[in-house]
């Protein structure tokens, strides 16, 4: 039976590099890829719904359902059975975006979305979560194509998902690093690396 593979997920918010640097990280390592919402057929859907700019208004909590499906489908279908294979797995986004948009950002309750959101990855856990830091105004100013539903947010939005994002870093070190998105791409892919090395570079794997 194969030792089960490594889950490290990267966090943060728009603008922050996240997508590109799950994507190296995954490159580097040699791991499987995925990210939230979607990954699968159906989260791609779901994904689509999400971030339709003519949606109009969207319940919260019927936005944190379909984040939570999307989830579910992702872990099941992709997630779960590549860890069990023992493959690494990179993710971007999971469980700390739905806790820092959906929580912090549109004020749910956070310890309801804690309790639906463990239903949702059947109890999964990464194994490392890097949260890429970068000031909310720094994002927004490096995006370049429109807007989708939620970066049409304003910066209040923003600045709540922020916080939100660096209380769950502060609340978890050990399962939690922060890295500092500023600079040059290439820059922050090797402050990622060091920061993954550091925390689980010991356990041998595909890790350097």
């Known amino acids: 039976m194969a030792e089960r593979g490594r889950f490290i997920v990267l966090e943060g918010g728009e603008g922050c590099g996240k997508s590109t640097q799950a994507e190296l990280l995954a490159t580097h390592l040699g791991a499987e890829s995925t990210r939230e919402p979607g990954g699968t057929e159906v989260g791609e859907r779901i994904r689509a719904i999400l971030l339709d700019r003519d949606l109009g208004q969207l319940d919260p909590r019927a936005e944190l359902m379909l984040m939570l499906a999307a989830r579910a489908q992702n872990v099941s279908q992709r997630i779960g059975p590549w860890l069990a294979a023992g493959r690494d797995v990179v993710c971007d986004r999971f469980s700390g975006s739905t806790l820092a948009y959906q929580g912090y950002g549109r004020g749910l309750p956070l ?98």
């Open 111 to 208: 310890g309801e979305i804690a309790a639906a959101d463990v239903c949702s990855r059947a109890g999964l856990e990464p194994d490392l979560v890097v949260l890429l830091d970068l000031p909310a105004e720094v994002g927004a100013a490096r995006r370049d194509e429109p807007d989708d539903r939620i970066e049409r947010e304003g910066k209040a939005f923003f600045a709540r998902v922020a916080d939100g994002f660096r209380a769950l870093a502060r609340g978890d070190p050990d399962r939690w690093v922060v890295v500092d998105a500023s600079g040059p791409q290439e820059e922050v892919a090797r402050r990622v690396r060091a920061a993954v090395a550091e925390r689980l570079g010991g356990n041998g794997g595909n890790f350097p």
